[in-house]
């Protein structure tokens, strides 16, 4: 997908140029069953330490298999249960699931890392928000400190103040939230210091053309010293080459997500990842 440049246009997604509309009926009216089938699960993607090779974090990523309909994606569904309200109670399930494995890495007494979940814009908007991160938290016998939230920048944009406020709450309790896709949205650099944030994601379509004499290239190292400066952890998304690696290293980027060290795994894989670890580290080499 395009990568925006600094100030654009956001992204829309118009599911319409995907499904036709009858199989976008059937994906949304088994959407409405899906929780209570227990279709959902989660694979966990490791977030990895540039320097050290080491596991620091995994983002959860929902997975959504149906009998009749096979996987559907995320970027398919997640929408779809936008605007009809159904990614509240996904969410709850989301949250809640996170927070379980957290306990029962713990339990099998394996180093646990900070589980990332993604928030959407009505999660965001709804009120009782932070109480209900604080119950889940404390029902499924996880800390706050065992949990992070990536938010998008359109998601935060749609109601600055009081999605400002939420936030800052939710850091109060201890949860670290990230600033997701950075570079996709509309990216205004006048509300970026504002941001309530502690780790900057960059998005995967700056990372694609990655080079230190390209123009992109230049706006990732700048980037990555300006989030730096305003005290942000910086993470890069979607890397999937040991050039790219080398490059960001360079750029003195923190963190990596990417096919390069793994894909998103079953929460058994990243359980023995985990044990495993450190990774070699490519860029090294
Ligand atoms: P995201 O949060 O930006 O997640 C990163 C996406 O990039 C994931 O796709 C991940 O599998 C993929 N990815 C990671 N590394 C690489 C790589 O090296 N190369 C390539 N080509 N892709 C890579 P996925 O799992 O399909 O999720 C897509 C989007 O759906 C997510 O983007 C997020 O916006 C949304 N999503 C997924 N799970 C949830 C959830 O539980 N709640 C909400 N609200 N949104 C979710
Ligand atoms: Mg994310
Ligand atoms: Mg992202
Ligand atoms: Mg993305």
Redesign the pocket.
Same mark, same amino acid.
């Given at each position: 997908q395009a990568c925006a440049g600094v100030v654009s246009e956001p992204r829309r997604y118009d599911p319409l140029l995907d499904e036709d509309v009858a199989n976008r009926d059937r994906i949304e009216n088994a959407l409405f069953g899906a929780l209570e089938r227990n279709e959902f699960s989660l694979v966990y993607?490791p977030k990895v330490q540039l320097e050290t090779g080491t596991i620091v974090g995994a #983002? &959860?990523?929902?997975r959504w298999k149906n009998n009749e309909l096979g996987n559907i994606? =995320?970027?398919t569904f997640?929408p779809m249960a936008e605007e009809n309200g159904l990614?509240n109670i996904i !969410?709850d399930w989301?949250l809640a699931a996170a927070c379980a494995q957290v306990r029962v890495w713990r339990l099998q007494e394996v180093a646990t890392v900070p589980i990332s979940?993604?928030? &959407?814009a009505p999660q965001l908007r709804n009120d009782s928000l932070v109480s209900k991160v604080t119950g889940i938290i404390n029902e499924s016998g996880s800390s706050p400190q065992d949990l992070k939230i #990536?938010l998008t920048e359109t998601s935060l944009i749609q109601d600055i103040e009081s999605s400002a406020e939420r936030i800052e709450e939710l850091r109060t309790l201890g949860v670290g939230i990230a600033l997701?896709?950075f570079g996709t949205g509309y990216s205004s650099l006048s509300y970026l210091h504002r941001l309530p944030i502690d780790v900057l994601k960059i998005d995967?379509c700056f990372i694609d053309e990655i080079s230190p004499d390209s123009g992109r290239g230049r706006l990732v190292k700048h980037i990555i010293n300006m989030a730096h400066d305003m005290g942000y952890e910086v993470i890069a #998304? !979607?890397? #999937?080459s040991p050039y790219q690696l080398e490059v960001l290293r360079e750029f003195g980027c923190d963190i990596v997500? !990417?096919?390069?060290y793994s &894909? =998103?795994v079953a929460p058994n894989t990243l359980r023995e990842m985990l044990v495993e670890q450190p990774f070699e580290n490519q860029a090294f080499v």
């Open positions: 993607q #983002e &959860a990523l929902l994606s =995320p970027a997640i990614i !969410g989301v979940v993604n928030l &959407a #990536e997701d896709d995967k #998304e !979607g890397v #999937e997500q !990417g096919y390069v &894909a =998103p």
